[in-house]
C-alpha cells in the first residue's frame, strides 16, 4: 500500500540546481526515516541524506554537505531533495526511501520502501 514515486530529475549544468520531490502514499510519514540515495553506473548505491521524523534532525553524506538538503511537507506527503552547486560526480539514478524500524540511517538494508528513481546528470 505505501508507494513512493520520485520526480525532479533531469540534465543540469556544472553549478546548477535541481529539486527532486518523493510523493508518498500511504502511512509513509509515520516513517522513522525518510532518505535519499543514489547509484552511478558500476557502483553500489550510496547514501545521500536522511530526516528523522521524531525530531527532523537531518543527517547528510560528506560529499554533498552544504549544496544538498532534504526536507518534507507532511501536508503533501512528500519529502524534497534541494541539489546546488551540482557536480559531474552527482550524476546518478536517485532514490528516494523510507525505514518504518530504528535502524542505522546510512545503509540500504534497514529501508523497507524504495522508489523506482529519477536520473540526475550534470554535464560539464
Known amino acids: 500500500q505505501v508507494q513512493l514515486v520520485e520526480s525532479g530529475g533531469g540534465l543540469v549544468q556544472t553549478g546548477g540546481s535541481l529539486r527532486l520531490s518523493c510523493a508518498a502514499t500511504?502511512?509513509?510519514?509515520?516513517?522513522?526515516?525518510m532518505g535519499w540515495f543514489r547509484q552511478a553506473p558500476g557502483k553500489e548505491r550510496a547514501f545521500v541524506a536522511a530526516?528523522?521524523?521524531?525530531?527532523?534532525?537531518?543527517y547528510y553524506a560528506d560529499s554533498v554537505k552544504g549544496r544538498f538538503t532534504i526536507s518534507r511537507d507532511n501536508a503533501k506527503n512528500t519529502v524534497y531533495l534541494q541539489m546546488n552547486s551540482l557536480k559531474p560526480e552527482d550524476t546518478a539514478v536517485y532514490y528516494c526511501?523510507?525505514?518504518?524500524?530504528?535502524?542505522?540511517?546510512?545503509?540500504?538494508?534497514?529501508?523497507?520502501?524504495w522508489g523506482q528513481g529519477t536520473q540526475v546528470t550534470v554535464s560539464s
Open positions: 530526516i528523522l521524523r521524531p525530531t527532523s534532525r537531518t
Open positions: 526511501a523510507a525505514q518504518t524500524g530504528i535502524g542505522t540511517y546510512f545503509s540500504t538494508r534497514n529501508y523497507n520502501y
Open positions: 500511504g502511512r509513509i510519514f509515520d516513517s522513522y526515516l
